[in-house]
């Protein structure tokens, strides 16, 4: 992994165990070894490639709340459920009938998905720390930027 994560804290194997009993189906090996070491973790600013632009994991979602986050997600396959919150409010999910498999979900278009990784780990080793100095605009490629200081 290149990235560095914060705050995650081992899953319990009862809170795993429940996980799978609540979707009705086994954690593919690779994500239940990052719960069982960094469950909930905050990655560093990050970025990973997804089809034409960048996308980037602002949190992994604990598995105590994998469940609920699930619900949110339209058109989700029946073995599949988010890993992290992506910007935007989009997700990165694993999909065990894939063998693990991890997707990007956009909420604008919620009936398309793209494959990211073979695995979960596959997908970690993805994610690169972000650095300014690598966005190059074209001539006219910014349109437009809206900038909330709100926070």
Partial sequence: MKIKLHGGKPASEEAILDL????????????????RTEDGAKPETNVFRNIDSNCAVNGFIPASEIGRERARVENILP??????????????FADEDQNGAVFFWDHEHPDETTELAASFGAFLDLLE???????????????????????
């Fill in 79 to 92: 073995r599949a459920y988010p890993v992290d919150w992506a910007e935007g409010g989009n997700y990165v």
């Fill in 129 to 151: 720390p972000f650095d300014i100095r690598t966005i190059q605009l074209k001539a006219g490629q910014l349109k437009k930027v809206w900038v909330d200081l709100s926070s």
């Fill in 20 to 35: 799978e009993a609540a979707l009705g189906y086994r954690l593919s090996d690779s994500f239940r070894t990052f719960l």
